[in-house]
């Protein structure tokens, strides 16, 4: 088939490639019709001997053939200058070709037999999540290609490095199962570089050097979110992500997946990258289903083969990147008089910092001059005598649903704007934990901002007498108070813990304490 100009999809150790003749041009117009792939994107040539090196390429440099003595077979694809037997058509018109000397002993066995190199990019339509076994490319290429060699699934999991040489250096324009340090070994750490495109991409504009570089690539139907940061730092931001979003699913690391109340794919142990490469593209193609609105996929740092499984996740995401804070924000909310203090100090007990969201909202009103901007702009009679007159505002506002909830849209981005703010200050000073302590956290949106919120809520009688006790109202006032505020079962639906505060002080804490612990994953 393959002398023929047909295409046949075959195992490599990486992934399965789609392969056709790399002397034949129109063999190769195939594989990117057949792939729907772009034509400025190049494909690389596989051979099965060192001879059919010297045979597609000249001028090729001594540092590439000291790397070839020690990565090949293998994953490693290097671009050397081609010779005229190669077709434009499979370089996209670079005067370079990429070559690759696979491991796997059926492609090695299928390019000898043929008696041709073999052009091949990953057998998968252009765009999605490179095929990592048999099942994958029937998938994607049933009917479009004249045949599949089926041999199990591949080992790596990740396409090849990808190099260039550059000034007598190697740099890294795909990283793949062979690191930078692995080069490095060879050639030395300081002649080895990585290109720029491995971390933000390249341009609409720009000619890429070697697959994978330009388009958004290695992604199921659904947008792909990566989250970078430690462990528990990314299961949190995972977890805040998926929760109350239909169809979202995650991707993570095998110690926190159980948390996840979504469709979730695990990957192996955090800082297992060989399995996070073998795991990554399957995920990504198990989770390329209609009913999938949103992936969020842990993404791994860029040490090992780490970089290689977050370039792919990375341009999986489109370069959608979040990095995942390392200090817990829990939000406490709850019914009027349940005893919401009694759990903020518990908390503080285990060291917790407490935002106050009604005293940051009366501290800003004595000094932040964004909000009595906005304030003197849509209530000026609040501003009757030149200054701000709190009371005044209270009475415009008290009683009146409407100017009510003008006042919240006005006042919760600014408070919005302070919590972000005093967040970022408590994490850059270390802080384990911030409590944001907030009656209308829902309402303002803050709820974003949090981990996990806890609600706290008592029996209607209770309430009433602590609102009496604390407040010095009477009981038909501290009736009026609990009847405005928002039913229980809503906060029940909101909440991810509940704690129901109708008897001794210490049982609260106890379900404080133990949540706290549970949410310090």
Same mark, same amino acid.
Do not use: W
């Given at each position: 088939?393959?002398?023929?100009?047909?295409?046949?999809?075959?195992?490599?150790?990486?992934?399965?490639?789609?392969?056709?003749?790399?002397?034949?041009?129109?063999?190769?117009?195939?594989?990117?019709?057949?792939?729907?792939?772009?034509?400025?994107?190049?494909?690389?040539?596989?051979?099965?001997?060192?001879?059919?090196?010297?045979?597609?390429?000249y001028d090729i440099p001594d540092i590439a053939r000291k790397i070839a003595a020690r990565f090949w077979p293998g994953p490693l694809t290097m671009a050397l200058p081609k010779r005229e037997i190669v077709p434009d058509t499979v370089t996209a018109g670079l005067r370079t070709v990429g070559i690759r000397y696979p491991?796997?002993?059926?492609?090695?066995?299928?390019?000898?037999?043929?008696?041709?190199?073999?052009?091949?990019?990953?057998?998968?339509?252009?765009?999605?999540?490179s095929p990592t076994a048999f099942a994958h490319v029937l998938e994607d290429m049933d009917g479009r290609i004249e045949g599949i060699v089926d041999g199990g699934d591949a080992d790596v999991g990740v396409e090849s490095t990808f190099i260039e040489f550059v000034n007598g250096k190697v740099r890294i324009l795909r990283p793949g199962y062979i690191t930078p340090e692995d080069l490095a070994e060879v050639v030395g750490t300081e002649n080895v570089e990585i290109d720029p495109a491995v971390l933000r991409g390249i341009g609409a504009d720009e000619q890429p050097r070697s697959p994978g570089m330009k388009y958004r690539h290695y992604a199921p139907s659904a947008p792909v979110i990566a989250v970078l940061g430690e462990n528990a730092a990314c299961a949190r931001a995972i977890l805040r992500g998926v929760r109350g979003k239909a169809g979202a699913a995650a991707i993570l690391c095998d110690e926190y997946a159980h948390l996840m109340p979504c469709t979730?794919?695990?990957?192996?142990?955090?800082?297992?990258?060989?399995?996070?490469?073998?795991?990554?593209?399957?995920?990504?193609?198990?989770?390329?289903?209609?009913?999938?609105?949103?992936?969020?996929?842990?993404?791994?740092?860029?040490?090992?083969?780490?970089?290689?499984?977050?370039?792919?996740?990375?341009?999986?995401?489109g370069f959608?990147?979040?990095?995942?804070?390392?200090?817990?924000?829990?939000?406490?909310? +709850?019914?009027?008089?349940?005893?919401?203090?009694?759990?903020?100090?518990?908390?503080?007990?285990? +060291?917790?910092?407490?935002?106050?969201?009604?005293?940051?909202?009366?501290?800003?009103?004595?000094s932040d001059e964004a909000l009595l901007s906005d304030l003197r702009e849509n209530f000026p009679a609040a501003f009757a005598d030149g200054g701000f007159d709190r009371k005044a505002l209270g009475r415009i506002v008290f009683g009146d649903e409407a100017q009510l909830a003008r006042l919240n849209a006005v006042t919760h981005p600014h408070i919005r704007r302070k919590i972000a703010e005093l967040l970022k200050n408590l994490e850059a000073g270390g802080t384990a934990c911030a409590v944001i302590d907030a009656p209308t956290l829902f309402e303002s949106g803050a709820d974003a901002d949090c981990d996990f919120v806890i609600g706290v809520t008592a029996e209607p009688a209770l309430r009433k007498s602590r609102i009496m006790e604390r407040d010095g109202l009477t009981e038909e006032y501290a009736a009026l108070r609990i009847e405005a505020g928002k039913p229980d079962a809503w906060y029940r639906e909101k909440c991810d813990f509940m704690i129901e505060n109708n008897h001794a002080p210490g049982e609260a804490i106890s379900a404080a304490l133990d949540i706290y612990n549970t949410c310090s994953i």
């Open positions: 088939m393959l002398r023929e100009g047909g295409l046949v999809a075959f195992p490599t150790e990486t992934v399965y490639g789609l392969g056709g003749n790399a002397l034949d041009a129109t063999a190769a117009a195939r594989i990117f019709a057949a792939k729907g792939r772009p034509q400025d994107n190049p494909l690389i040539a596989h051979i099965a001997d060192i001879a059919m090196l010297d045979e597609l390429c491991a796997h002993p059926v492609a090695q066995e299928l390019i000898r037999a043929a008696g041709v190199p073999i052009a091949a990019p990953s057998a998968n339509r252009s765009g999605k999540p979730t794919v695990q990957v192996g142990r955090y800082g297992d990258y060989a399995a996070q490469a073998q795991r990554l593209f399957d995920a990504l193609r198990e989770l390329d289903r209609p009913e999938i609105s949103v992936i969020y996929a842990q993404c791994p740092d860029d040490r090992g083969v780490g970089l290689a499984v977050a370039n792919r996740l990375k341009r999986a995401a959608h990147v979040i990095e995942a804070r390392r200090m817990l924000v829990l939000g406490l909310t +709850g019914s009027t008089g349940a005893g919401k203090g009694l759990v903020s100090q518990a908390l503080r007990e285990q +060291g917790a910092v407490i935002i106050d969201c009604d005293r940051v909202y009366h501290e800003m009103l004595a």
